[in-house]
């Protein structure tokens, strides 16, 4: 897994530039930052397990998990990325909506008006986690739930911040400055998946037929899904006929 991790890392692929054919210039330029996010999320996490900061290193796991599930989603349904446009033009403005309620100058007003105005018409993403959210409607056999429930504990005000910080042992209190570390096989699995995850989005939008026959070898032998659409109804796939062998590895995860 390790070696897979460093492969994506280092990208060996492209030392000279990215080659995007004309129909899918614009769907890369849309996916191309939250591939990168994990990428370089990918490397924050082994920089901090190398220095013992595992638990801490989970947050941007749990990063990962988000960035690559959204560009699945957006890639993968019909007009996904259409909303993730709109979502990500609203996002902008809504930064400038919120300076603008706290700073008095009057140049967040105008900025703000003027981003509104980019956003286009149609709908936004729907909400990440939940019911009817993209997460769900990906995660045929609930892997995905499981690890963001997981990796939240310590990005969130969790039984997770005392219990990582204070013990008892045959009734004496101890505290410690270190928490435990927590599963790092499963960590790294799932850091792996969510690279996964991306980097066949990257190769497909490059139209690199031999990286994404790579890419899926590689998947069946580490049990990492690719693709994330297979289990979904014909309607709700943007790619409706094409091959479902693309379903075995994801089948295979646990």
């Known amino acids: 897994m390790r070696a897979f991790l460093l492969r994506f890392i280092q990208d060996p692929k492209h030392p000279d530039g990215i080659t995007v054919p004309p ?23 082994l920089r901090l397990e190398r220095d013992g900061f595992l638990s801490e290193g989970s947050v941007l796991v749990r990063a990962a998990l988000e960035h690559a599930v959204i560009a699945q989603w957006a890639y993968l349904t019909p007009g996904g990325i259409d909303r993730l446009h709109v979502s990500l033009a609203i996002a902008q403005a809504d930064v400038a909506k919120s300076m603008m309620a706290y700073s008095k100058d ?105 990286e994404v026959l790579r890419l899926k070898e590689m998947s069946v032998r580490l049990h990492l899904p690719w693709r994330l659409d297979t289990h979904m109804p014909r309607d709700r796939r943007r790619f409706p006929d094409e091959d479902n062998d693309d379903s075995a590895a994801s089948e295979q995860v646990d």
């Open 23 to 45: 129909e899918n210039q614009r769907e890369f330029l849309m996916l191309f930052g939250l591939i990168q996010r994990v990428r370089r999320l990918t490397q924050a996490y």
């Open 106 to 210: 009057p140049e967040w007003v105008t900025l703000e008006q003027h981003l509104r105005g980019l956003v286009p018409p149609g709908a936004a993403l729907p909400k990440f986690s939940g019911k009817d959210a993209m997460m769900t409607e990906l995660d045929s056999i609930k892997f995905l739930a499981a690890s963001y429930r997981v990796l939240s504990q310590v990005g969130h005000v969790t039984h997770q911040a005392a219990l990582d910080f204070v013990t008892e042992d045959q009734g004496v209190v101890r505290l410690r400055t270190n928490p435990e570390s927590m599963e790092q096989d499963h960590l790294l699995y799932a850091l792996c998946g969510f690279c996964m995850l991306v980097a066949w989005l990257h190769a497909r939008l490059e139209a690199d037929e031999e």
